[in-house]
Nanobody, 123 residues
Framework: QVQLVESGGGLVQAGASLRLSCVVS????????MGWFRQAPGKEREFVAA????????SYAVSVEGRFTISRDNAKNTVYLRMNSLKPEDTGVYYC????????????????WGQGAQVTVSS
């Protein structure tokens, strides 16, 4: 059973930084394409960032490019999302997701999901 556990969320002021972590257990982490998604109240889940299993490909939503950085540490079975210059519109529940078959920006492509971490950015 593959499990993903996010941590690192919180309440911060606009302009601050946070780093989310997602630890994956029960599978071969080095073979997973990883994604970060977020969902604001009343809105659909949206793509934030993705990294291929090799780390050779990364993708970002236009709204976060230049401010957010996805990275992975295969020795720790962990994927990170470093978020700088946070804005109130970045508020939402952040989910990490894993899939061993496809590298995708769509949430429907991912088989495994974490429980989510709340990020709240005040103005």
């Amino acid at each position: 059973q593959v499990q993903l556990v996010e941590s690192g969320g919180g309440l911060v002021q606009a302009g601050a930084s946070l780093r989310l972590s997602c630890v994956v257990s029960g599978g071969t982490f080095s073979r997973y394409n990883m994604g970060w998604f977020r969902q604001a109240p009343g809105k659909e889940r949206e793509f934030v960032a993705a990294m291929s299993w090799s780390g050779g490909s990364t993708s970002y939503a236009v709204s976060v490019e230049g401010r957010f950085t996805i990275s992975r540490d295969n020795a720790k079975n962990t994927v990170y999302l470093r978020m700088n210059s946070l804005k109130p519109e970045d508020t939402g529940v952040y989910y990490c997701a894993a899939d061993s078959f496809r590298y995708s920006l769509s949430p429907v492509a991912y088989n495994y999901w974490g429980q989510g971490a709340q990020v709240t950015v005040s103005s």
